[in-house]
């Protein structure tokens, strides 16, 4: 994906987040004020998609793999449009990872996969080191089984790499 196409998905992504808050199948409750989600609430979708991204990957379900990639690819952009702060060199510097991983899983390459996730994680972990919250620090998973109720195995509907 080349830095032309990456800006696309970046704006696409802001115009589908303020219209996702904008337009939703379920209406917000009367009583309940629009208004942009707590930076924490964003990061921790962000880190359970970083865990999902990870054992999808890792189990070969490269349709799921994608799936998480883009909801943490639009996870990081919220960040970004809602929270204008965060400096955009932090933003820019997970352009690489990113794509290393779209790469990766285009491929079904679990070797680059598992590179482009440690340099992913990396970034992350910068990030936060840059903002001050270096205490926050987040790893590549490990161990066999995620502490999760989904099933990451491929369930053959999906294409087959």
Known sequence: MTLKNWCAVLVISAGAVSSAIAQSDFPPSANSKQEAPRLVEVM????????????AGKAGNWDLAAYELRQLTNSLAE????????????????????????????????????VSMRGLTDGCNACHTSMGRGFIAI?????GQPPTNQIFSPSGSGRKK
């Open 79 to 114: 960040a970004a449009i809602f929270y204008p702060a965060i400096p955009i060199s932090n933003v820019t510097t997970m352009k690489e990872p990113l794509l290393s991983i779209a790469d990766a899983i285009a491929a079904g390459d679990n070797r680059k996969f598992a």
């Open 44 to 55: 921790s979708m962000a880190q359970l998609q970083h865990l999902k991204l990870w054992h």
């Open 139 to 143: 790893s590549v998973p490990t161990g």
